[in-house]
């Protein structure tokens, strides 16, 4: 097995820092969590009814935020490739290329379904909750378990 492979296997992933940090350390990332949050709100991105109209090609809003998002990821991958940036604690990021499989129309279309009926994309879940929309946490249960029961079942699904 050749060193590629090896760090693939590794149970923290390919890009997991080596670096561990503090209880206190991690608070950065519930405050950048928290800006996040008040931007999805303030975008109206987590609200249903957006939602819906997203998916009754009622409005432009939604699919001009995932767009939007869809380009500066892409901007944001190249300058990291190009330029070789490595995180804040100086590790560097590999980007691994990506094989197509069947399995992903079929993930994509019941992700796509869950949303639809649900109004809720796994991103703004807890910033959903956090405006009061408690009921969202169903789906938040729901999405762990799904997740849980997809780890157990994945090796077992057609490539």
Known sequence: MNNLENKNTDSEGINASHKKETAFANLKYLIVGIFFGIVFVKAEIISWFRIQEMFH????????????????GLISVQLIKKFNIKTLDGEKIEIQPKTFNKGQIYGGLMFGFGWAITGACPGPLFAQIGTGATVIAVTLVSAIFG??????IKDKLPH
């Open 147 to 152: 997740t849980w029961v997809y780890g157990l």
């Open 57 to 72: 090609l009622e409005s432009f809003h939604m699919y001009g935020v995932i767009g939007c998002a869809v380009f500066v």
